[in-house]
Structures are given as structure tokens and as C-alpha cells.
């Protein structure tokens, strides 16, 4: 298996960036990807055919004197909708190559436990896009990773997602692990 490090480096990849909303066609692009998570989150609707990947950044951010900042703060919920706007316009466009699609939403957690249900880092914002989600007529699940207190030099994967194409569908991937 190629790493989602060497995947992101390859020039087949589209690399969707943080605040970024893209689609690939598979037989155009096999994979497109994310790096950079450190908090952010991650929406993928995958079919056989073709994904969108959607980075959202928590915002409001999070400062050193407050840490975990509010939840239903407007600047964010309106950042939230605008992001999954642009997801909707997508899929709207291009429904035809995303039937039966699998939906994910990867979000962080301070303490991710066997990916047990936790308490995403801004839980306002992840309800939000579940919920638009599914007025889409899609069924998300949610996945867990735990927000990393520093950046692993020795893991190239942190902070990645991934689909690519798989020969029976696609094949999705947090920090090189299929999920």
C-alpha cells in the first residue's frame, strides 16, 4: 500500500487545501486528499465513481487564552453553512457520478477512545454539517481522531484523509488508516 504522505506528494492527487471544497472524477484523478487536520474537519462523500472532500477549519480558532473557544459563535456557524453550501452545490452538480455514496465526516476529539462516540471539538458545527448532510438525502457517520499536542516529524501521515479509487468502490483513509 502507497502511504497517504506518498499519495498527497503525487502528481495524480488532488490536494484539497484547508477552507477548500473540491471534486475528482476518478478516471480522471484516483485520489484526492487533505492534509493539516490539527482540529479541522473533514466532510468526503465517495461513490465508485468520484468523491468531494470538503476541509473545514474550526473556527472560531482557538487562542491561547482560550482554549476551547464558544460553540455557537455567529462568525463560525456562518463559515460552517457557506462550506457546506459549496459541498451541496457540488453534489448537486454531480449527483450523477455519486450514487450510493459513502458519507464520512471526520472530526477531532480531545480523547478518542476505540473511536467510541466523543464530544467533537466544536460539536455546534459538526451537528450542523450532519444535519445538512442529510437534508442532502445522505447518511453520514462520523469518525473520530484525537487532535495531536504536537506535530510527529516521524509520522508524515498526521493530519491526513484520503479516498481513492478502489476496484470494488472507494477506499477512504485518516492518517493511513482505512476507515
Not at 487532535?147 to 509520522?155: E, S, T
Request: hydrophobic letters at 40%.
Amino acid at each position: 500500500m502507497v502511504s497517504s504522505h506518498q499519495l498527497i506528494r503525487n502528481r495524480a492527487t488532488l490536494v484539497v487545501p484547508m477552507s477548500g471544497v473540491d471534486f475528482i472524477l476518478f478516471n480522471a484523478v484516483p485520489v484526492i486528499g487533505t492534509q493539516g487536520l490539527g482540529g479541522c474537519t473533514v466532510v468526503i462523500i465517495a461513490s465508485s465513481q468520484g468523491a468531494i472532500l470538503a476541509h473545514i477549519a474550526p473556527l472560531p480558532l482557538p487562542t491561547l487564552s482560550d482554549p476551547k473557544p464558544l460553540d455557537r459563535d455567529p462568525v463560525g456557524d456562518q463559515y460552517v453553512e457557506s462550506m457546506m453550501s459549496q459541498v451541496d452545490d457540488l453534489y448537486t452538480l454531480y449527483r450523477n457520478w455519486l450514487q450510493s455514496a459513502t458519507v464520512r465526516i471526520i472530526c477531532a476529539t480531545r480523547c478518542a477512545h476505540n473511536n467510541q462516540r466523543a464530544d467533537p471539538e466544536l460539536s455546534h458545527h459538526v451537528a450542523m454539517m450532519e444535519s445538512h448532510l442529510q437534508s442532502m438525502g445522505l447518511r453520514p457517520r462520523r469518525i473520530y481522531y484525537t487532535i495531536p499536542v504536537v506535530r510527529d516529524v516521524n509520522r508524515p501521515t498526521q493530519g491526513t484523509a484520503f479516498v481513492e479509487a478502489g476496484p470494488d468502490g472507494p477506499i477512504i483513509y485518516h492518517e493511513n488508516v482505512r476507515i
